[in-house]
């Protein structure tokens, strides 16, 4: 069962995800494998509305490994790990991870990853348009000259 918008408004929309362990139950079709549906794999774009990015939530159980490198035409990816451990190649070069790994990824990165664990990897993978960044951390932010309360 994937899961569903709980709440939204004029400016935003949000959804329950569950516990990470709910994960394993979620599927998504990707278009480049057609007919194929990938488990424990949720996109973000749809549920969200989300215009300028892209994520999914994942989980790879244990002792399983993606079976195809890819590439993307203009998308660079951060592969944030939030539990478990594996292996994750890019351009035939091995990289460990594992809880608190981040890894980006360019857009000609060939890539490819496997949990050679004996437990669950859990992560999150958001893509964006490279180069697409206008402002880098803080920059874009604005102060709203208002002062904050919260209802009781």
Not at 12 to 31: F, H, I, M, N, P
Not at 91 to 98: K, L, T
Not at 103 to 131: C, F, H, K, M
Request: charged content about 20%; aromatic content about 10%; some cysteine.
């Amino acid at each position: 069962m994937n899961p569903t918008v709980t709440r939204q408004g004029a400016n935003y929309t949000t959804a329950d995800l569950g516990a990470a362990e709910a994960w394993k139950g979620y599927t998504a079709e990707v278009a480049a494998l057609p007919g194929v549906t990938i488990p424990g794999k949720f996109f973000l774009h749809p549920l969200l509305g989300l215009t300028g990015m892209e994520v999914s939530v994942n989980c790879l159980p244990a002792g399983m490994k993606v079976p195809f490198y890819h590439t993307h035409r203009e998308h660079e990816e951060l592969y944030v790990f939030l539990r478990g451990r594996g292996q994750f190649q890019v351009d035939g070069e091995v990289i460990e991870i594992r809880e608190g790994t981040v890894l980006r990824v360019s857009p000609a990165g060939e890539r490819t990853w496997r949990n050679n664990s004996q437990e669950d990897l859990y992560y999150l993978v958001i893509q964006a348009p490279q180069g697409g960044l206008k402002s880098p951390g803080t920059e874009d932010g604005v102060t709203v000259q208002r002062k904050v309360s919260w209802p009781a």
